[in-house]
């Protein structure tokens, strides 16, 4: 329970930062939400749209689509916590710039020593790259766990890949699926040394209209 009261505290205190330039546009700051005692965090890049009005993550499509991988390996959102690298929408949904990245940075990690998660993946690009503290994109390491410490707290970082990706490419799907499918393996500590291979894919060059029109997720850094 003391977790859960700092959590909230820290979030109301974050609720007026003005560190970097994003708070001049944003409706509200996105913090987080969830469990916060949950054994598994997800970070993801940036408040979208919907996010910034409701001020909520992941709240639109890639939200709805979140929610029923972690009903396909028998959780939901209350069993877990989510949150963002940037805690305020960047104009339209444009990837974050290195010094709003760095700003908000603190923020996140105070979040990780609170929660004190066991499991933390990271979706997307710009967060796995922060996280590892390695410049290697998400294709590339999806699916396969490090350890790492974060501020404080040596976790199990999961690289995975952001679900606006199968939005824009739905053969995505399978390979999310997939990688969600160690998850609970690795929350239990009895992961094998090495993943299965996930289904191929080929990215798609851009994204379908209707995608588009779901959710305004911007570059978010899938690929």
């Not at 940036?46 to 639109?60: I, L, N, R, S």
């Not at 929350?187 to 995608?211: C, R």
């Amino acid at each position: 329970m003391a977790a859960g009261t700092e959590l909230h505290a820290y979030g109301e205190l974050t609720a007026s930062c003005t560190r970097c330039r994003l708070a001049q546009g944003r409706t509200q700051v996105v913090f987080g939400s969830g469990d916060p005692n949950a054994e598994l965090m997800f970070v993801g890049e940036a408040p979208g749209f919907h996010e910034d009005k409701q001020g909520a993550p992941f709240v639109g499509q890639a939200g709805k689509l979140l929610e029923r991988l972690l009903e396909g390996i028998g959780l939901d959102r209350s069993h877990v916590y989510i949150c963002n690298v940037l805690k305020c929408r960047p104009p339209g949904n444009r990837d974050p710039q290195p010094d709003e990245i760095e700003a908000c940075e603190p923020h996140l990690f105070r979040q990780i020593e609170l929660i004190e998660p066991r499991v933390v993946a990271s979706l997307g690009n710009f967060a796995t790259k922060l996280l590892s503290g390695r410049p290697l994109g998400i294709t590339r390491v999806h699916g396969q766990e490090q350890e790492v410490t974060l501020g404080a707290r040596r976790v199990l970082l999961y690289p995975i890949y952001h679900p606006a990706a199968a939005l824009y490419t739905p053969a995505m799907l399978k390979v999310l699926e997939s990688d969600f499918a160690r998850i609970p393996a690795l929350l239990n500590g009895v992961a094998d040394a090495t993943p299965p291979p996930a289904p191929a894919f080929v990215p798609a060059p851009a994204a379908p209209a209707s995608a588009e029109a779901a959710e305004p997720v911007g570059q978010l850094g899938l690929f």
